[in-house]
């Protein structure tokens, strides 16, 4: 069974500091990796796509790399702003077929202090 | 941009009563999800659906939970009798077919009193 964790649990930061949020995953047979976003109360934001042959992803600020063997995933925001603050959630999804179930991890909760 | 909607986006029902929550997903999408956040806890996988059929579900989706595609827009899940257990947030979500990335709705928040 796919455990996903992600550490640290919580994390706080001063604006306009680099930080890496991280993700590891039980069983590295995977089909994609995906972060989220979730605001207080709100829905998920999808953030990045890794596909499993792919190493990493980058949308503006915000890269994303993905090593299948260690089963790990990391998350770097650069530059970090006061409305990044929110929860960081990463998920996998199975390699059977791309349409099974997105297995979640807890979460890193982010603070990014003005 | 598309997005996926759902509705209502509260709702507060009493135990043992039925509740249907609604969904429209991204018109050309062909898969869709049903997930579920317990406060405080991981999001859980309930039910995909593709090709108007149940393609995998988890044990938490046992017969109490039903779900529907009626007119080929909105994409329902029904919950036969509710338990106070069942207090969550519902999320919808919708995939296509070559990236497989999932989008996810803002949620409906189940109250079960």
């Known amino acids: 069974k796919q455990e996903v964790t992600q550490i640290p649990a919580a994390l706080s930061v001063p604006e306009g500091e680099n930080l890496v949020l991280n993700c590891s995953f039980t069983?590295?047979?995977?089909?994609?990796l995906q972060w989220f976003r979730q605001d207080p109360g709100k829905g998920l934001t999808s953030l990045l796509l890794?596909?499993?042959?792919?190493r990493e992803q980058t949308s503006g600020r915000l890269n994303a790399s993905l090593d299948k063997s260690s089963g790990r995933s990391t998350l770097y925001i650069a530059a970090s702003q006061p409305g990044d603050s929110a929860t960081y959630l990463c998920?996998?999804?199975?390699?059977?077929?791309?349409?099974?179930?997105?297995?979640f991890g807890e979460g890193t909760q982010l603070t990014v202090n003005p | 941009e598309p997005e996926v909607t759902q509705t209502p986006s509260h709702q507060v029902t009493q135990m043992g009563q039925e509740v249907i929550l609604r969904c429209v997903p991204i018109?050309?999408?062909?898969?869709f999800y049903w997930y579920r956040q317990i406060l405080g806890q991981k999001v859980e996988f309930l039910v995909s659906?593709?090709?108007?059929?149940?393609?995998?579900k988890s044990e938490i989706f046992d017969d109490q939970f039903s779900v529907e595609r009626p007119d080929g827009s909105n994409f329902t899940l029904k919950i036969r009798s509710t338990k106070l257990e069942d207090s969550a947030m519902y999320f919808c979500?919708?995939?296509?077919?070559?990236?497989?990335?999932?989008?996810f709705g803002p949620g409906t928040r189940l109250t079960v009193t």
């Open positions: 979500a919708s995939g296509g077919l070559v990236l497989a990335e999932q989008y």
């Open positions: 069983d590295s047979a995977i089909y994609n």
């Open positions: 890794i596909q499993s042959s792919q």
């Open positions: 998920a996998v999804r199975r390699q059977e077929t791309s349409g099974s179930r997105l297995t």
């Open positions: 018109s050309n999408h062909l898969y």
């Open positions: 659906f593709y090709n108007n059929e149940i393609s995998e």
